[in-house]
């Protein structure tokens, strides 16, 4: 097992390579400047030629390539274009948010798809079925900030419950900081439940008609534990890599999500970086997704072991 | 068995539980001292003299004063000097600081920082580097007091310190001042001598930017009128929250959780209008005028005749409707240096904006145009904009021209407007843009009447007769004989445009009932303003 994390963690090296030269490259190749964008509208040719000069944009472009990486290597990411902090300070400010909303959405679909996708398959055909089944559609076909802005409209403006928008750090006051995660979490799970109710419901049918299910019930054991320890488990694995790869479509949607939800995280920080072109802070955020991407799936295989003991790396 | 409907009811009662503990907590008011604000843009850059953008120009009016200011009927009124006065050759101007003026380092302003920032100032402002070009020198008299020596009499010193939109000559501190200019000011350094104190430790970009009541602050003993009289504060604590979305910011507004959107988006206000608890206020009477960019260098736009063709097939109206739409936000105005200002004219207008296609047609022929096909450069990401290159294409294509309309993000059009490559080669030949009427208030001011060829903004128009002009009216020092400069400049632009002005448009403040005392000027500012 070890060698095998040891492998995977030595494959990283190769995948970050090829995303640091494609992301790079992408930057430098589509139109856009931060030095234009960092003058302003008023600004003349040479004034933004001059902050071109400083931001050393003008260096041909495996010259910029190999400053980046040779600081990459010595832990440094760089100076955001705009904010005058540093990219490892901007990412620390806007990680909070980001996975305060990624777990409490993880929490909310998990906790509510596994047991409604149980349900659906332990009462195939029925009328809890149909509606699971015609939810999930439902789930996929909206859109994030259709559902958003309905939930704001009922629960903040009509209902006056929760708040609009904003982020309260956990640490300052968790009552708040729990008020203002109900609806973005909400929000950005409603897709993914619809995904994870249809991947159970699916697998826990299929393992209902193993013979294995017939003999523990022959053996007289209830259906709680039928479904639960025979069955879930067994199911388990493609659940677990849909939740898995369900991580890297929660931080896509975490993107729309924190814009409509006013939540200051790397979503959102991604999107200004993009439009305002800051190449420091879009590169090192992207390589920071493809680390968490990669570590992501070797956690799910690794969790594999543990819901299937036939599974051996 | 399996009891299918306790754990139903088990999940609903823990999910509401999670909703209703959430919902109990209430949503806290924001406090009366605190005024919480959607600006239009959040603040990345700190350093309003290393950038035009207008987020950092209002960020300036926070934290820094200036040495004078322009009031509502756009005289240019001291703020940060006591007295000024300007020898009888008007080659050396005085100027004496008021007592009490303290950065909030607790250190007193004096002359020396005053003549650092005016450096760096006019190392980056058009205009400031148009009046630096007839100073001899700046020199100090004594703490509170400096001289700016001058080769020639030169007609806009007040104007030029008291310029009220970017880049604003904001006074800082020497240490401050004597940063490059072409690099930004650090955090540390954000001290100020203004009516409110940045908050470094509170500064999170992309969440809020916070700044408090500056106590040492000295208001001057006039009312306030326009940028200038006394900045009195009247709140503790003023909060610009950052908040991507305007449909979240309406919401924001409406449950009372923001008390102020600085720019509202226009198909917005109705939905607005209707809350009982909020208020549109038209603060900046002046507004924004729209404004058709040629590039003068790139064929068939170097030809003078074939840009006045445009003048000529143009109408403003159109254009206002496409993207304004209500017509209280918006006004069909010919005047370039904007309606309503001391320098507004329709001299030589009379011919040109009328949506004449035929006239159009006729003018391009004479002038020979082939047919070359106008990149028209089409920014799609800002609702403000995006309307107006279609109706600009219409109206071009009704007159003869052929258009190529490239639709892109904002920020990849001003990347390309800075290229000089040929149109089919990734240059282009025209975009549309907006310009601040505090901005475009005199021919000097205007960036788009700068036809200086390379030395002038993207559009490079290369005009000796209009520089000429420009210049006549910057060393005029008799505001009767400034105006007749710019009537007869207008006549000559007419026929020789750098850009088309295609209508004013405004842009209100939506607020809380609970707000008030916002004032009248040309920039959202915070001094004054009251919250119950």
């Given at each position: 097992?070890?060698?095998?994390?040891?492998r995977?963690?030595?494959?990283?090296?190769?995948?970050?390579?090829v995303?640091?030269v494609?992301?790079?490259?992408?930057?430098?190749?589509?139109?856009?400047d931060?030095?234009?964008?960092?003058?302003?509208?008023?600004?003349?040719?040479?004034?933004?030629n001059?902050?071109r000069?400083?931001?050393?944009?003008?260096?041909?472009?495996?010259?910029?390539f190999?400053?980046w990486?040779g600081?990459?290597?010595?832990?440094?990411?760089?100076?955001?274009f705009?904010?005058?902090?540093t990219?490892?300070?901007?990412?620390?400010?806007?990680?909070?948010?980001?996975?305060?909303?990624?777990?409490?959405t993880?929490?909310?679909?998990?906790?509510?798809?596994?047991?409604?996708?149980v349900?659906?398959?332990?009462?195939?055909?029925?009328?809890?079925?149909r509606?699971v089944?015609?939810?999930?559609?439902?789930?996929?076909?909206?859109?994030?900030?259709?559902?958003?802005?309905?939930?704001?409209?009922?629960?903040?403006?009509?209902?006056?419950?929760?708040?609009?928008?904003?982020?309260?750090?956990?640490?300052?006051?968790f009552?708040?900081?729990?008020?203002?995660?109900?609806?973005?979490?909400?929000?950005?799970?409603?897709?993914?439940?619809?995904?994870?109710?249809?991947?159970?419901?699916?697998?826990?049918?299929?393992?209902?008609?193993?013979?294995?299910?017939?003999?523990?019930?022959?053996?007289g054991?209830?259906?709680?534990?039928?479904?639960?320890?025979?069955?879930?488990?067994?199911?388990?694995?493609?659940?677990l890599?849909?939740?898995?790869?369900?991580?890297?479509?929660?931080?896509?949607?975490?993107?729309?999500?924190e814009?409509?939800?006013?939540?200051?995280?790397?979503?959102?920080?991604?999107?200004?970086?993009?439009?305002?072109?800051?190449?420091?802070?879009?590169?090192?955020?992207?390589?920071?997704?493809?680390?968490?991407?990669?570590?992501?799936?070797?956690?799910?295989?690794?969790?594999?072991?543990?819901?299937?003991p036939?599974?051996?790396y | 068995?399996?009891?299918?409907?306790?754990?139903?009811?088990?999940?609903?009662?823990?999910?509401?539980?999670v909703?209703?503990v959430?919902?109990?907590?209430?949503?806290?008011?924001?406090?009366?001292q605190?005024?919480?604000?959607?600006?239009?843009?959040?603040v990345?850059?700190?350093?309003?003299?290393?950038?035009?953008?207008?987020?950092?120009?209002?960020?300036?009016?926070?934290?820094?004063?200036?040495?004078?200011?322009?009031?509502?009927?756009?005289?240019?009124?001291?703020?940060?000097?006591?007295?000024?006065?300007?020898?009888?050759?008007?080659?050396?101007?005085?100027?004496?600081?008021?007592?009490?003026l303290e950065?909030?380092?607790?250190?007193?302003v004096?002359?020396?920082?005053?003549?650092?920032?005016?450096?760096r100032?006019?190392?980056?402002d058009?205009?400031?580097?148009?009046?630096?070009?007839?100073?001899?020198?700046?020199?100090?008299?004594?703490a509170?007091?400096?001289?700016m020596?001058?080769?020639?009499?030169?007609g806009?010193?007040?104007e030029?310190?008291?310029?009220?939109?970017?880049?604003?000559?904001?006074?800082?501190?020497?240490?401050?001042a004597?940063?490059d200019?072409?690099?930004?000011?650090k955090v540390?350094?954000?001290?100020?001598?203004?009516?409110f104190?940045?908050?470094?430790?509170?500064?999170?970009?992309?969440?809020?930017?916070?700044?408090l009541?500056?106590?040492?602050?000295?208001?001057?003993?006039?009312?306030?009128?326009g940028?200038?009289?006394?900045?009195?504060?009247?709140?503790?604590?003023v909060?610009?929250i950052?908040?991507?979305?305007?449909?979240?910011?309406?919401?924001?507004?409406?449950?009372?959780?923001?008390?102020?959107i600085?720019?509202p988006?226009?198909?917005?206000?109705?939905l607005?209008?209707?809350d009982?608890?909020?208020?549109?206020?038209?603060?900046?009477p002046?507004?924004n005028?729209?404004?058709?960019?040629f590039?003068?260098?790139?064929?068939?736009?170097?030809?003078?005749?074939?840009?006045?063709?445009?003048f000529?097939?143009?109408?403003?109206?159109?254009f206002?409707?496409?993207?304004i739409?209500?017509?209280?936000?918006?006004?069909?105005?010919?005047?370039p240096?904007?309606?309503g200002?001391?320098?507004?004219?329709?001299?030589?207008m009379?011919?040109?904006?009328?949506a004449?296609?035929a006239?159009a047609?006729?003018?391009?022929?004479?002038?020979?145009?082939?047919?070359?096909?106008i990149?028209?450069?089409?920014?799609t990401?800002?609702?403000v904009?995006?309307?107006l290159?279609?109706?600009?294409?219409?109206?071009?294509?009704?007159?003869?021209?052929?258009?190529?309309?490239?639709?892109?993000d904002?920020?990849?059009?001003?990347?390309?407007?800075?290229?000089?490559?040929?149109p089919?080669?990734?240059?282009?030949?025209?975009?549309?843009?907006?310009?601040?009427?505090a901005?475009?208030?005199?021919?000097?001011?205007?960036?788009?009447?700068?036809?200086?060829?390379?030395?002038?903004?993207?559009?490079?128009?290369?005009?000796?007769?209009?520089?000429?002009?420009?210049?006549?009216?910057?060393?005029?020092?008799?505001?009767?004989?400034?105006?007749?400069?710019?009537?007869?400049?207008?006549?000559?632009?007419?026929?020789h445009?750098?850009?088309?002005?295609?209508?004013?448009?405004y842009?209100?403040?939506?607020?809380?009932?609970t707000?008030?005392?916002?004032?009248?000027?040309?920039?959202?500012?915070?001094?004054?303003?009251?919250?119950?």
């Open positions: 097992m070890l060698d095998f994390i040891a995977r963690l030595v494959a990283i090296i190769p995948v970050l390579t995303v640091a494609l992301v790079f490259l992408m930057l430098r190749l589509t139109p856009g931060p030095a234009a964008v960092i003058a302003g509208d008023n600004a003349t040719s040479d004034q933004i001059d902050i000069e400083k931001l050393g944009l003008n260096e041909p472009i495996w010259t910029q190999a400053i990486i600081d990459i290597l010595q832990g440094n990411f760089g100076e955001s705009f904010f005058k902090k990219v490892a300070e901007l990412i620390a400010q806007r990680i909070e948010p980001t996975l305060a909303l990624t777990i409490c993880l929490i909310f679909a998990v906790a509510i798809s596994v047991p409604i996708g349900m659906a398959a332990y009462r195939q055909g029925s009328i809890f079925d509606i089944m015609a939810f999930a559609v439902l789930g996929f076909s909206v859109p994030g900030f259709v559902i958003g802005y309905c939930l704001i409209y009922v629960f903040a403006i009509e209902l006056g419950w929760l708040p609009v928008q904003g982020y309260v750090r956990i640490g300052v006051n009552w708040q900081f729990l008020e203002r995660m109900v609806l973005p979490s909400l929000t950005l799970s409603v897709g993914f439940i619809a995904l994870i109710s249809r991947i159970t419901r699916a697998s826990v049918l299929e393992v209902l008609n193993e013979d294995y299910i017939r003999t523990a019930r022959a053996k054991l209830s259906n709680r534990v039928v479904l639960m320890r025979h069955a879930l488990r067994n199911a388990a694995v493609p659940i890599t849909v939740i898995g790869l369900g991580i890297a479509i929660l931080m896509g949607g975490a993107v729309v999500t814009s409509v939800f006013g939540l200051p995280g790397l979503g959102r920080l991604t999107v200004e970086a993009v439009l305002s072109r800051d190449f420091p802070t879009i590169q090192t955020v992207i390589l920071m997704f493809s680390v968490v991407y990669v570590v992501i799936n070797l956690l799910v295989d690794i969790s594999y072991t543990i819901f299937d036939r599974i051996r | 068995m399996f009891d299918f409907r306790r754990s139903i009811a088990t999940f609903v009662a823990a999910a509401s539980t909703v209703g959430a919902g109990l907590m209430g949503i806290a008011p924001a406090s009366a605190t005024l919480k604000v959607v600006m239009h843009s959040d990345k850059i700190l350093d309003p003299i290393w950038t035009t953008a207008y987020i950092q120009r209002n960020h300036g009016y926070m934290v820094w004063d200036t040495l004078f200011a322009m009031d509502e009927k756009f005289a240019v009124k001291p703020q940060m000097v006591d007295k000024y006065d300007v020898s009888a050759d008007k080659l050396t101007w005085t100027f004496t600081l008021r007592d009490g950065w909030t380092n607790g250190t007193p004096t002359a020396e920082d005053c003549i650092a920032s005016i450096k100032w006019a190392a980056r058009s205009m400031g580097q148009k009046m630096m070009g007839s100073v001899v020198g700046l020199e100090v008299v004594d509170k007091t400096f001289k020596k001058m080769k020639e009499p030169y806009l010193v007040l030029s310190l008291g310029k009220p939109s970017s880049n604003v000559p904001f006074m800082m501190p020497k240490k401050t004597e940063t200019p072409m690099q930004q000011i540390e350094d954000v001290i100020g001598s203004g009516p104190i940045f908050k470094a430790d509170e500064w999170k970009p992309g969440e809020k930017i916070v700044y009541k500056n106590p040492k602050y000295k208001p001057r003993n006039e009312p306030p009128s940028l200038a009289g006394g900045k009195v504060v009247k709140l503790e604590r909060e610009w950052t908040m991507p979305d305007v449909q979240t910011q309406v919401g924001a507004l409406q449950n009372g959780e923001i008390d102020m600085e720019a988006g226009h198909d917005l206000l109705p607005l209008a209707k009982k608890n909020i208020q549109l206020v038209n603060f900046n002046l507004g005028q729209y404004t058709f960019r590039n003068s260098t790139a064929k068939p736009f170097d030809n003078p005749k074939i840009r006045h063709a445009v000529v097939a143009f109408g403003q109206e159109d206002l409707k496409a993207t739409g209500d017509a209280q936000w918006y006004k069909v105005c010919k005047a240096f904007v309606c200002t001391p320098l507004a004219t329709d001299a030589g009379a011919d040109v904006l009328n004449n296609s006239k047609k006729q003018l391009l022929q004479e002038a020979g145009y082939d047919g070359t096909p990149v028209l450069m089409q920014s990401d800002l609702q904009l995006t309307n290159a279609p109706v600009a294409k219409a109206f071009l294509e009704r007159a003869g021209f052929k258009v190529d309309m490239q639709s892109m904002w920020q990849t059009l001003v990347a390309r407007r800075v290229k000089k490559d040929p089919d080669k990734g240059g282009w030949h025209a975009f549309l843009t907006s310009w601040v009427a901005d475009i208030l005199n021919p000097v001011m205007a960036g788009f009447f700068n036809a200086a060829c390379d030395k002038a903004m993207f559009g490079w128009p290369c005009d000796e007769t209009i520089e000429k002009f420009r210049d006549q009216f910057a060393k005029e020092t008799d505001p009767a004989k400034q105006k007749e400069i710019v009537e007869n400049l207008q006549k000559y632009w007419v026929d445009p750098t850009h088309v002005n295609v209508g004013q448009w842009a209100p403040i939506a607020r809380r009932t707000v008030d005392g916002n004032l009248t000027a040309p920039v959202p500012v915070f001094w004054n303003v009251t919250k119950k």
